[in-house]
């Protein structure tokens, strides 16, 4: 198994200020109850139209300016804590990588839009509970951009390649948090579900 790790420094684009607007937000939502009357199971279902509005803010998200890191393991690998970060000097790049970005704020964008959208959307799913089903009716979330910034976010990379598989880890610089696939045998899965599932098989058969 060979290995390999270098410290990365990416570019990142961060929208500091977004101001989120949620126009309407409209859900179906039905509640049931069964009773039995005789020989007669009896279900009502109640239905109803719930509605959300309002506005809120994100600060600092984070969008991956590099394609040649992969936007899942910077996903995984937050947060970093905006607080600790210093104003940019070429005597932190000596000894490291430092990828300049190859996709420009327009471009990352639609992926920054992409996450608080789809935070909003499940944060108001989950503010509506206690009905049997739900179901989107109509859903208007405007986003306003009113700041972006640029930042070099630390970042360990470790790339390995097992049984002509490459396999790749990222690990945040600042919190020592890692993400990754690790390599699996697969003969030693199976002898290791076999020494649990024979045993189980045999007191089931002695039981039953």
């Known amino acids: 198994m060979a290995l390999s790790a ?8 961060s929208w500091r200020a977004v101001t989120v607007s949620i126009l309407s937000y409209s859900r179906f939502c039905s509640l049931s109850s069964s009773h039995r009357s005789g020989d007669y199971v009896i279900t009502t279902t109640r239905h109803y139209d ?13 969008v991956d300016g590099s394609t040649k890191m992969p936007n899942g393991h910077m996903d ?22 430092a990828d300049k970005y190859d996709e420009d704020a327009d471009t990352c964008q639609a992926r920054a839009h992409s996450r608080m959208q789809n935070s909003v959307s499940s944060e108001l799913s989950a503010s509506i509970t206690g009905y049997s089903s739900v179901s989107t009716l109509s859903e208007n979330i405007s986003i306003d951009y009113t700041a972006k910034h640029y930042a070099l976010l630390p970042v360990w990379m ?5 049984q002509g598989k490459d396999y790749l880890f990222a690990m945040n610089g600042q919190t020592g948090k890692l993400v990754g696939d690790l390599p699996v045998d697969k003969r030693k899965v199976a002898a290791w579900f076999a ?8 007191l089931l058969a002695f039981l039953l």
Not at 50 to 62: E, I, K, N, S, Y
Not at 76 to 97: N, V
Not at 195 to 202: A, D, F, H, K, Y
Request: overall charge positive; aromatic content about 16%.
């Open 6 to 13: 270098i410290r990365y420094s990416c570019i990142r684009a």
């Open 76 to 97: 995984a690998i937050e947060p970093y804590d905006y607080r600790a970060f210093q104003p940019f000097s070429t005597a932190y790049l000596p000894g490291y990588m």
């Open 158 to 162: 470790l790339h390995t390649k097992w």
């Open 195 to 202: 020494g649990i599932s024979v045993p189980l098989m045999i």
């Open 50 to 62: 719930v509605r959300r509005a309002g506005t809120t803010q994100f600060m600092g998200v984070p």
